[in-house]
């Protein structure tokens, strides 16, 4: 299909960008300047798959990058907030739940493998024949009203013929010598859409890592990318099959000679992906590739792990969180088979970082799982009705008092404990036979008020 209604295009949109889109339209032809739908979106409307980000060019050949913002500013009502950004002048437009990122159509030459590009505004046409994939190098002209239409579809590059024979295509044969990190939207695009790599892509990525590409790109650069892997599974993305085409065209290898992807990992892997799309509990905020590197990696030899996170620029606690994970996964688990007990359970849980919460999750039995999600979603946010002040009121202090208190919650978890006053019976009887025994600091144990008794 190589035209779109005007009117198919504005149905896809968020109801938030409409306004947006239209307003550009109308600023940018007022000037007499083209505005072009590029990229992931024009592709997705062709496919008929929603929409996720939407990314417009404005073809101004010789402008300065100025004029971005000064469209955005002037065409976009009050409410939509607008971020410029530095290198480009690209500029962001915010409105509810839509976001649009519109740039000036330009040009870029890779003066050394790896390296950021030297940009230049240029037409459209240039613009797209800097892209990534054929399927990505497809561009939509929007007009000010609806007097045209029916809309052509530009397509300098032949992405229309690979969008028909569901493969990515670079095009041109030094694309991953300019951009090594095409393999890895290469390895996540194609499974999202179930596409592969054309024949001579595929030979073009081998022949770039015989050359060594990947040594020359940031460990910044590559890890932003594998985090990509971990959080594209909301759009319904499965990591594995980004892990494994990784793997099979040699890109692992190609960042460290000993790091793969075993079979062992798959699973593990899969649930956490499945974990981002529907969480088995309500989480604290986290960062999916934490938990996903963790459980990938936790069987490689620890210098292996270690050389890799160095390579990804993984530092400071998140580089121990992964690397203590062997040892967590042993003894939690370990703990977990032998807890009797909801209490038990929260013994062995206690203090466990989110992101390792997660990867323990991937990693356990099923027994094992249905321990973990009861107490994340239940017993850890259990809130017990006695507080550390009713224990000092019965002369409980210091660790005494930390003791009694962990008694208590174990009570309410493990169901022997049902309300505030037989918690209060329990702590007096604690109380009590501490201090017959000497063992307890008690500031001389003392009997509940008969307001407490009333409560
Ligand atoms: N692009 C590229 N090379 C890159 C990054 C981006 O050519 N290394 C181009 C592609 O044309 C891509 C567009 O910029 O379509 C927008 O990039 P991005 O938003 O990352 O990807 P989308 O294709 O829009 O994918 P998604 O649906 O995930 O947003």
């Known amino acids: 299909m190589s035209r779109m209604s005007s009117k198919e295009i504005f149905r896809s949109l968020s109801p938030d960008l409409v306004e947006i889109v239209q307003g550009l339209a109308e600023e940018a032809n007022s000037r007499n300047l083209r505005l072009f739908l590029v990229g992931g979106a024009v592709r997705d409307l062709l496919l008929n798959r929603p929409i996720m980000d939407v990314d417009m060019v404005l073809e101004a050949p010789g402008a300065a990058r100025e004029i971005v913002a000064e469209v955005a500013r002037a065409a976009c009502p009050q409410n939509v907030k607008i971020v410029v950004h530095g290198r480009f002048g690209t500029v962001s437009m915010e409105s509810g739940n839509g976001k649009l990122d519109l740039a000036l159509a330009r040009s870029e030459t890779y003066r050394s493998p790896g390296a950021l590009p030297v940009v230049e505004a240029a037409s459209l046409e240039e613009d797209l024949f800097r ?25 300098p590059v032949g992405g229309l013929r690979d969008l028909d ?20 939207r290469a390895a996540r695009l194609g499974p999202r859409l179930g596409f592969s790599l054309a024949r001579g892509t595929r030979v073009a990525l081998s022949e770039s890592i015989a050359h060594g590409v990947f040594s ?29 085409y990784l793997s099979d065209w040699g890109v692992l290898q190609a960042l460290d000679s000993s790091l793969t992807f075993s079979s062992s990992a798959r699973s593990p892997i899969r649930r956490l992906g499945r974990a981002v799309v529907n969480p088995p509990w309500r989480s604290s905020p986290y960062r999916p590739f934490v938990p996903g590197l963790a459980v990938w990696l936790v069987d490689l030899p620890s210098a292996v792990r270690q050389r890799v996170l ?16 062997a040892r967590l996964r042993h003894r939690r688990l ?32 099923s027994a094992g799982r249905r321990q973990i999600v009861r107490w994340a ?18 002369g409980l202090e210091g660790p005494a008092l930390g003791r009694v208190l962990a008694r208590i919650r174990a009570g309410f978890l493990d169901g022997e404990l049902l309300n505030r006053e037989e918690a209060l019976t329990l702590a007096e009887e ?20 008969s307001k407490r008794d009333a409560e």
């Not at 990515?168 to 694309?175: D, F």
């Not at 650069?221 to 319904?236: M, N, P, Q, Y």
């Not at 160095?310 to 994970?325: H, K, N």
């Open 334 to 365: 370990e703990g977990l088979s032998k807890a009797r007990g909801r209490s038990a359970v929260d013994g062995v849980l206690a203090g466990i970082h989110e992101e390792s919460l997660y990867a323990l999750y991937a990693v356990a039995s």
């Open 310 to 325: 160095q390579r990804l620029s993984v530092r400071g606690e998140t580089a121990e969180r992964i690397m203590g994970f």
């Open 216 to 244: 020359s790109i940031s460990g910044d650069r590559i890890r932003r990318e594998l985090e990509k892997v971990f959080t594209d599974s909301a759009l319904g993305l499965d990591p594995v099959k980004a892990l494994k």
């Open 165 to 184: 024979r569901k493969q990515l295509r670079i095009l041109h044969s030094e694309s991953f010598r300019d951009d090594p990190t095409r393999a890895f």
């Open 430 to 449: 604690l109380v009590r036979r501490a201090s017959t025994r000497g063992k307890t600091r008690v500031r001389g144990a003392k009997k509940r008020s």
């Open 377 to 394: 979603a239940e017993d850890r946010v259990q809130r017990v009705p006695v507080t550390g002040a009713d224990l000092v009121s019965l």
């Open 131 to 155: 892209r990534d994939f054929g399927v990505n190098a497809l561009a939509l002209e929007l007009f000010s009203s609806e007097r045209r239409a029916q809309l052509e579809v530009t397509d």
